[in-house]
């Protein structure tokens, strides 16, 4: 059973860079698919960050993309996110999750999500 | 970039009801590559349908998804106490976005 759990600070203050990482158990990153990450506001919709594959083939949300950076770390079995200089709009549950396609499709396993509030 | 517009927002229905929930895109989606996902309160999306039509793994066959290019359908033929969430559409035929949702509540 493929399980996702993200981990990092729930505080990040304004200004600065958010840092979550994902560690996927039950199935080996470096066999194939891509890897996101998704973030919901409170009480709002689903926002695509960007995905990433073993291989370090990124593609990210244009509208995010100067902010951020996905990294992957195979050897861990895990993959990172950085969003930089972040503001009160970014306070949403971040969530990691696996790509059923070759490239960008949708999301079949998900982590549990952690809450990030951006906040002096 | 990809708009889809879900709707209605919100759709009051009782169990045993049927479920008709739209999603329309602000262009066609390439191969009808399209999902649609039931999230409830405090619980990460669950994946129901892929590629427009067919259903996830596990997923049972009371719900359905249809359409093509610009308009795309889910059902819910017959509501179950557990289907009343909140459901959005996702395209991955250029890049990848998200509708804004429809919630599905008891009426």
């Known amino acids: 059973q493929v399980q996702l759990q993200e981990s990092g600070p729930g505080l990040v203050k304004p200004s600065e860079t958010l840092s979550l990482t994902c560690a996927v158990s039950g199935y080996s990153i470096s066999s194939g698919y891509y890897w996101g990450w998704i973030r919901q506001p409170p009480g709002k919709g689903l926002e695509w960050i960007g995905s990433i594959y073993h291989s370090g083939s990124t593609y990210y949300n244009p509208s995010l993309k100067s902010r951020v950076t996905i990294s992957v770390d195979t050897s861990k079995n895990q993959f990172s996110l950085k969003l930089s200089s972040v503001t009160a709009a970014d306070t949403a549950v971040y969530y990691c999750a696996r790509d059923t396609a070759a490239v960008l499709g949708n999301f079949d396993y998900w982590g549990q999500g952690t809450l990030v509030t951006v906040s002096s | 970039e990809i708009v889809l517009t879900q709707s209605p927002a919100t759709l009051s229905l009782s169990p045993g009801e049927r479920a008709t929930l739209s999603c329309g895109a602000s262009q066609s989606v390439s191969s009808s590559y399209l999902a649609w996902y039931q999230q409830k309160p405090g619980l990460a999306p669950r994946l129901l349908i892929y590629d427009a039509s067919s259903r996830a793994t596990g997923i049972p066959d009371r719900f359905s998804g249809s359409g093509s290019g610009t308009d795309f359908t889910l059902t819910i033929s017959r509501l179950e106490p557990e289907d009343f969430a909140v459901y959005y559409c996702?395209?991955?035929?250029?890049?990848?976005?998200f509708g804004g949702g429809t919630k599905v509540e008891i009426k």
């Open positions: 996702q395209q991955y035929g250029s890049s990848l976005t």
